[in-house]
Nanobody
């Protein structure tokens, strides 16, 4: 059993900053990708930032230069530092991870419960 638990969401004024955290726990042998997605009301869930076990990162065009994804592999935790926030960043943010629970096993996709980020103008 694997769990992803997010924290750090909240209400912030435009131009402000927030830092999201997502900790993976449970039966974990290895973690490949750890990503952040977001979903605004009435819209589809889109990837915001991606990181893999080699340290490669990738960002949606809308957040490049403002958001930074980082990982603490010893803690099985991924972070999303969000700066210069805009009202259009308002959404529920979800953590996603591809996790291997045993050597020689299969990678499975896991999701956190989501954390609300609201940016006021």
């Amino acid at each position: 059993q694997v769990q992803l638990v997010e924290s750090g969401g909240g209400l912030v004024q435009a131009g402000g900053s927030l830092r999201l955290s997502c900790a993976a726990s449970g039966n974990i042998f290895a973690i490949d990708g750890m990503d952040w997605y977001r979903q605004a009301p009435g819209k589809q869930r889109d990837m915001v930032a991606h990181s893999n076990s080699y340290g490669t990162t990738r960002y949606a065009d809308s957040v490049k230069g403002r958001f930074t994804i980082s990982r603490d592999n010893a803690k099985n935790t991924v972070y999303l530092q969000m700066d210069s926030l805009k009202p259009e960043d308002t959404a529920v943010y979800y953590c996603n991870a591809q996790i291997l629970s045993e050597f020689g096993g299969q990678l499975y996709d896991y999701w956190g419960q989501g954390t609300q980020v609201t940016v006021s103008s």
